[in-house]
C-alpha cells in the first residue's frame, strides 16, 4: 500500500525512492509484524483467557503436559493479523504471487479457527480429518488454479511446470498437467506437517522462523534475474515480493515467540500452524524450489513422516514404531525435558536451512 502512496511522490521527494527497494519494505515488514504482535499480544491473551478459551491436553500424553491445560489456545490468530496487516502495508498490491500466497494464509488459517473453535466448544476431535482434507484441497485448487490462470502470471501454456532438483544443475523434468495436483499435495502437505510439530511450547514457531528466513533469501533471489543467472537458479518474475510477505512471517514470529516460548502464555492452535504451514509450501511453490523445502522444512517432514509410520505400522502389525507421536513426544517419554527437546529441534532446523542455501553454489 505504501509503495502505491509514496514511491510515485519520490520524483519531489527524493526520500521516497526507497519504497522502490524490496530490501528496504522487507526490513520494515519485519519490524511492522513484530510490533502489531508485541502490541496486540497482551490484550489477546487477555481475551481468549476471559472467554476460556484453554488448551485441551490428551490424557495419553506426556503428563508433564497436563499443566498446561487451560493455556490460551488460537493464539495463531495474532499472527495471521500481523502478517496480514504488515503484508498489505509494505507489498506492491498489484503482485498476483503476494495475493495468491495471502489467500492461502487466510484460506487455511480459516480452517484452523473452525478445526479450534469446534474442539473448543464442541467436539474435542474437531473436524473430521476427511473434513480437513477436504476444505483444505479446496483452497489448495483455488491457488493453484489463480497461479495457472491469473492476469500478470504467464498463460497455462507457459506456465513452468518443471521441477528444479538442488544440487543437481541441469535436472528439471516438466510434468505438465500433473503439476496440478503436485502443488495441491505441497501446499495441503505443508499445511499439516507444521500443524503436527506444534505440540510443545515455542517449537513450531522456531524452525518456522528459519524457513522464512530461508524463503526470504530464496524468494529475492528468484525475483533478480541477474543473481538467478548467476546462482543458476529459476527466475521467476515478481516473485521477489514474496520476500516480503516471508519478512512479515519472520517478525510475526518473533513477536509471537515472546509470548509462546516456555513456559508458553498462549499456544498456536491450528489457526496458526495450518495457515503459515499453507503459506510456506505457496511460496515454495512460487519460487520453484518445492524440492529444497522439504529439506529447509526438515523437522516438518520429520513430523510427520513420524505419524504416519506409526499410524502404518500399528495398522498393520499392531505395534508402535515410537513411544508416541508426533515425534517430539516420544522424546520427551524417553526422558528429555521439553525444553531440551525444543531448542535441538531449533538447532536441526538451523543446519537444514544453512544445508538449503549451500545449494544454490553447489550445483
Not at 506426556?62 to 499443566?67: D, F, G, Q
Not at 503459515?276 to 524440492?291: D, F, H, M, N, S
Not at 517432514?301 to 495398522?315: D, N
Request: contains cysteine.
Amino acid at each position: 500500500m505504501l509503495y502505491h502512496l509514496l514511491y510515485p511522490i519520490s520524483e519531489t521527494i527524493g526520500a521516497f525512492r526507497v519504497f522502490r527497494y524490496i530490501t528496504f519494505r522487507t526490513a520494515a515488514a519485519i519490524l511492522t509484524a513484530m510490533f502489531i504482535c508485541f502490541i496486540l499480544g497482551p490484550y489477546l491473551i487477555e481475551l481468549l483467557s476471559k472467554k476460556q478459551i484453554g488448551q485441551v491436553v490428551r490424557d495419553d500424553g506426556p503428563e508433564s503436559h497436563l499443566k498446561k491445560a487451560g493455556t490460551p489456545t488460537m493464539g495463531g490468530i495474532l499472527i495471521l493479523i500481523a502478517v496480514a496487516l504488515a503484508t498489505l502495508l509494505w507489498t506492491r498490491l498489484d503482485n498476483l504471487y503476494v495475493w495468491v500466497v495471502l489467500f492461502v494464509f487466510l484460506g487455511m488459517g480459516s480452517i484452523g479457527f473452525v478445526d479450534d473453535y469446534i474442539k473448543l466448544k464442541r467436539m474435542p476431535k474437531g473436524l473430521s480429518a476427511k473434513q480437513k482434507l477436504l476444505f483444505q484441497s479446496i483452497v489448495a485448487l483455488i491457488a493453484t488454479a489463480l497461479l495457472f490462470l491469473g492476469d500478470g502470471i504467464p498463460k497455462l501454456q507457459n506456465f513452468d511446470t518443471s521441477i528444479y532438483f538442488p544440487f543437481f544443475k541441469d535436472v528439471t523434468p516438466t510434468i505438465g498437467w500433473l503439476f496440478i495436483p503436485w502443488m495441491i499435495f505441497i501446499i495441503v502437505g505443508s499445511s499439516n506437517a507444521v500443524n503436527l510439530t506444534d505440540g510443545l511450547d515455542g517449537l513450531a514457531i522456531g524452525p518456522v522462523m528459519t524457513a522464512a528466513v530461508t524463503f526470504l533469501i530464496l524468494a529475492y533471489i528468484s525475483g533478480h534475474s541477474q543473481i538467478a543467472s548467476y546462482l543458476n537458479v529459476a527466475n521467476v518474475d515478481q516473485t521477489g515480493e514474496l520476500a516480503i510477505f516471508c519478512g512479515t512471517l519472520v517478525g510475526a514470529s518473533l513477536g509471537f515467540l515472546w509470548y509462546n516460548t516456555y513456559p508458553a502464555q498462549v499456544f498456536m492452535g491450528d489457526v496458526g500452524a495450518l495457515g503459515i504451514g499453507g503459506a510456506l509450501g505457496t511460496v515454495a511453490l512460487a519460487i520453484k524450489q518445492e524440492i529444497l523445502w522439504a529439506l529447509v522444512g526438515g523437522i516438518f517432514v520429520m513430523e510427520a513422516l513420524s505419524v504416519i509410520m506409526q499410524v502404518t505400522s500399528f495398522k498393520l502389525t499392531g505395534k508402535r514404531i515410537f513411544r508416541m507421536a508426533p515425534i517430539h513426544h516420544h522424546f520427551e517419554l524417553k526422558g528429555w525435558a521439553e525444553p531440551k527437546v525444543i531448542v535441538r529441534f531449533w538447532i536441526i532446523s538451523i543446519i537444514l536451512s544453512l544445508l538449503a542455501l549451500s545449494s544454490l553454489k553447489l550445483r
